[in-house]
């Protein structure tokens, strides 16, 4: 079951950072080698109000690579999608959860690739306020060489008992379309799969940033961020 929710209130959901490496900068084809989370109160330019919250639960089935697969079901949970629009540039931040997970299956979470960012700038991190929500940030990101795809890696930390933190992609965009929507006209078609360690997998239509109304330049990138290397490839 989706849930489709518009906010207009102003509320705070970014996050600040306590260093400038705490925020990863990352480009087509680099690697942040580490997260640490990041507070709300660190980085003014994220704060800003919550204008969509979308739910979208999903089931990853024993043997199967997209919906549905021919086994039994060794996941299920929500995937939680915020977008927030900085009080200071107008700028949008994707924010991400991975929630409510069903008990009593074996599936351990081990990434998720995000796709819809390639005519973007991206920043990424994870919130860990010790008032937030959920147990476990990602350890790890990666953007794919043509910059469409962000990974966000967990380890093997994320099973049925844990939660995820937000996680985000702060971008210079200031447009976003609903899901199921058609990238290739500026609608925001934007995918999300979501990797079990043991190679099962589901993929979702989310929201996205739109590619027909960039704000080239307006991201306050900062220098030195985030540590890159080389993505290992699956």
Same mark, same amino acid.
């Given at each position: /079951? ?16 306590? *260093? ?9 084809? $680099? %690697? ?9 109160? =660190?980085?003014? =330019? ?18 199967? !690579? ?13 995937? /939680? ?13 994707f924010n991400y959860r991975i929630m409510d997970p069903a008990p009593g299956f074996d599936g351990v979470i081990s990434d998720i690739d995000l796709t819809g960012y390639s005519d973007f700038e991206t920043r990424v991190e994870y919130r860990s306020e010790a008032s937030g929500l959920g ?9 794919? =060489? ?15 008992? !844990? ?6 992609? /702060?971008? $210079? *965009? ?9 990238? *290739? ?7 999300? %799969? ?41």
């Amino acid at each position: /079951m989706n849930c489709i929710q518009s906010i207009g209130v102003a509320v705070v959901i970014a996050a600040g950072t306590i *260093a400038q490496a705490n925020v990863a900068n990352l480009a087509p084809g $680099d %690697t942040a080698g580490g997260l640490f989370g990041i507070t709300n109160t =660190e980085l003014p =330019e994220l704060i800003g109000p919550t204008i969509s919250d979308i739910f979208q639960d999903f089931t990853i089935y024993s043997g199967g !690579k997209g919906a549905q697969g021919g086994g039994g079901v060794l996941y299920q949970g929500t995937l /939680m999608t915020r977008v927030v629009r900085s009080n200071q540039t107008g700028n949008l931040t994707f924010n991400y959860r991975i929630m409510d997970p069903a008990p009593g299956f074996d599936g351990v979470i081990s990434d998720i690739d995000l796709t819809g960012y390639s005519d973007f700038e991206t920043r990424v991190e994870y919130r860990s306020e010790a008032s937030g929500l959920g147990d476990e940030g990602p350890v790890d990101a990666s953007r794919s =060489e043509d910059g469409d795809v962000i990974n966000f890696d967990f380890g093997l930390i994320l099973d049925t008992d !844990k939660t995820s933190r937000f996680f985000f992609v /702060m971008t $210079d *965009a200031t447009e976003f379309g609903q899901p199921g929507g058609d990238a *290739a006209n500026g609608l925001g078609g934007s995918l999300a %799969t979501i990797y079990l360690q043991s190679g099962e997998s589901v993929t979702l239509n989310v929201v996205g940033p739109s590619p027909s109304i960039p704000a080239p330049g307006t991201l306050l990138l900062l220098s030195g961020a985030g540590l890159f290397g080389t993505r290992r490839r699956r």
